[in-house]
C-alpha cells in the first residue's frame, strides 16, 4: 500500500498551506492536475522509479533494440546506467552525447554508449561477441527510469516509492503559494523540499549503480 493517495496528498497540501481549502484560489481539479505534476516531477528529478534489462551484444551492431515489458509499457524517461562486466569487473559503459563519434577502440567489448530515436547505441561493434559465461559477458545491463501513471481519481495511490512520496505535498503546496502570490511562503516551502531532497533519500537515487558514467571498463 503506498503512503499516500492523490487525496492524502491534496489533504497534506492543506495542511500546509491553508489557501489550497479554498477554491477561490485553487479548485480541486487543479489540485489533483497539480499532485499528478509534483509526482512526475520527483520521478525525472530523482530517478526513483528504476528498472532493469538485459540486452544480448551483435556482431557488427551498434544499435539495439529495447524489448523488456517495463521499458515497452512504461515510457521511459531516461537512460540512468549501462553496465557491463568487464575482465576486471562489473562498470559502466561511458556515456558519450548523441550522434558523437568515439575514439577508435579495439572491438572486443562495448565502451561507449548514448539513447536515440528510442534505440540504445553501442561502440565499437563487436569483432566477436564474447562467449556467454559466469558474468553474463555476453550482454549489458540498461538501467532506466519511467514515469509515474497515477491516474486522476483521489483514491489513485501514488506510483513512486513511498520514500518520495512525502516531497509531493510540499511541491503542491508550493504551487498553491505561487498561484496566491505568496512568493515569502513559496521559499519557505522550496528551502524544505531542497532539505528533503539534498539531505534525505533522493540524494542518491540518480546515482549509478556502480558510481555511474564514469570510465567505462577498459579492459587492461
Request: net charge negative; charged share 20%; proline share 5%.
Amino acid at each position: 500500500m503506498a503512503l499516500y493517495t492523490v487525496e492524502n496528498v491534496i489533504d497534506a497540501t492543506k495542511r500546509l498551506i491553508e489557501e489550497a481549502g479554498d477554491v477561490h484560489v485553487v479548485t480541486q481539479d487543479q489540485l489533483i492536475q497539480m499532485t499528478l505534476d509534483a509526482e512526475k516531477k520527483v520521478a525525472t528529478e530523482t530517478q526513483c522509479l528504476k528498472h532493469y534489462e538485459e540486452v544480448s551484444l551483435s556482431t557488427s551492431a551498434v544499435s539495439y533494440v529495447l524489448t523488456g515489458d517495463d521499458f515497452a509499457t512504461k515510457s521511459p524517461s531516461s537512460i540512468i546506467d549501462v553496465l557491463y562486466y568487464y575482465p576486471h569487473g562489473m562498470k559502466s559503459v561511458r556515456r558519450i552525447e548523441p550522434g558523437k563519434v568515439p575514439p577508435t577502440s579495439d572491438q572486443l567489448y562495448p565502451y561507449y554508449w548514448y539513447f536515440r530515436a528510442s534505440l540504445l547505441w553501442l561502440f565499437p561493434w563487436l569483432s566477436a561477441v564474447p562467449a556467454a559465461g559466469t558474468h553474463s559477458c555476453n550482454k549489458v545491463t540498461v538501467v532506466y527510469a519511467h514515469l509515474p501513471t497515477t491516474t486522476a481519481a483521489l483514491e489513485s495511490d501514488l506510483q513512486i516509492p513511498d520514500d518520495f512520496q512525502i516531497i509531493v505535498p510540499y511541491y503542491v503546496a508550493k504551487l498553491v503559494a505561487v498561484k496566491d502570490n505568496q512568493m515569502n511562503k513559496s521559499q519557505e516551502l522550496d528551502k524544505i523540499i531542497q532539505a528533503l531532497s539534498i539531505k534525505g533519500i533522493t540524494a542518491i537515487s540518480g546515482q549509478s549503480a556502480y558510481g555511474g558514467g564514469g570510465e567505462g571498463g577498459q579492459a587492461g
